[in-house]
């Protein structure tokens, strides 16, 4: 995008003037620079002295004057107009627009998360929308708290992750990485988009994904299909892949971070092939923190969530069924 229709939009935020699409572009572009390296730290402490000043007395002025599209800032050099763009976004946002405002400085809406994940664990993540993302060890995911209130829902990941998105015709899902844009009504499908690795890969497990640029659609894939894009070359291919032998990563030790019980329950159904009743919505909704290694067995897994949330359960092993309930 085009740096000064930035400016502009920032100058048309502080006079109040913004529509709603351009607000919702602003946070979009926001957002992608967030999941950027934190391009100051590539800066010595005589570079960020510089920078600093010909923020304040470059960027801010051209704001205020409101210049017109022709004109160049002449003593800033090309890397200098880049990170002036990023750092200009997150100043304005980073004090008072870390969420988007509605019509008021004072109401808050779609507060963003970023997520960095630790290196030993995966992690997993239910959504505002009921979606699930399991991230791998590593990764760094950013999501709003809520979808409420806005036209797609958004998230921004770098590293692998699997998503299982809850279908909504009426609000797309769109997952960016780097250069690439995965859109999906309801499927359940993985990328991996490792920072320092040439390809991004998107696996599709259920339903259908499209998969696009920065200038086109590279493809509509289906269960069992892969698009792999090349970085570097700037290329892509399609094949048919058995998309199980792409997911084992999952099977890893996995960190369940602030889940109500009822989210984990959906974990265990999956990854332990059972079926679990809870027996009351007050337990359902009870949330707790606990990590699980690769290798531990269902019934270890069970006794963990129950001591955690001190209730009980009844396990029938002919019929794989499970259910919880209160000590009481």
């Not at 809520?146 to 797609?152: A, D, Q, V």
Request: with cysteine; aromatic share 10%; proline share 2%.
């Amino acid at each position: 995008m085009e740096k000064r229709y930035i400016l502009k939009l920032l100058h048309k935020y502080l006079k109040g003037d913004l529509a709603k699409e351009e607000k919702h572009l602003l946070e979009t572009y926001y957002n992608l620079f967030q999941n950027e390296p934190d391009i100051m730290d590539t800066l010595s402490m005589e570079e960020r002295k510089e920078f600093k000043n010909d923020i304040k007395d470059a960027i801010w002025d051209k704001i205020s004057r409101d210049e017109q599209p022709t004109q160049k800032v002449q003593f800033l050099n090309k890397r200098m107009i880049k990170i002036a763009a990023a750092a200009v976004l997150i100043m304005v946002f980073s004090t008072s627009l870390f969420f988007l405002l509605d019509g008021s400085s004072k109401k808050q809406t779609n507060v963003n998360t970023s997520l960095a994940v630790n290196h030993k664990v995966n992690r997993v993540v239910f959504l505002q929308d009921g979606s699930k993302v399991i991230l791998s060890a590593g990764s760094k995911f950013n999501y709003p708290s809520s979808f409420e209130g806005l036209e797609k829902r958004e998230v921004f990941l770098e590293g692998q992750a699997f998503f299982d998105i809850q279908h909504n015709p009426s609000k797309p899902f769109i997952v960016h990485t780097s250069r690439l844009e995965t859109i999906v009504l309801g499927t359940a499908f993985n990328i991996k988009a490792i920072s320092g690795e040439t390809d991004i890969t998107v696996t599709v497990k259920r339903g259908k994904v499209k998969v696009t640029d920065q200038n086109k659609t590279l493809g509509v894939i289906t269960p069992n299909q892969q698009i792999t894009y090349n970085k570097g070359e700037v290329s892509y291919s399609m094949k048919i892949v058995e998309s199980d032998s792409y997911l084992d990563w999952k099977e890893q030790d996995l960190l369940f971070d602030n889940l109500t019980v009822a989210e984990a329950a959906k974990l265990l159904e999956e990854r332990y092939k059972v079926r679990i009743t809870i027996s009351d919505q007050s337990i359902s909704s009870q949330r707790f923190s606990a990590s699980f290694p690769k290798n531990e067995s269902f019934e270890q897994a069970l006794k963990i969530i129950c001591v955690f949330n001190e209730v009980t359960y009844k396990y029938d092993k002919e019929k794989s069924t499970v259910i919880i309930s209160n000590n009481k």
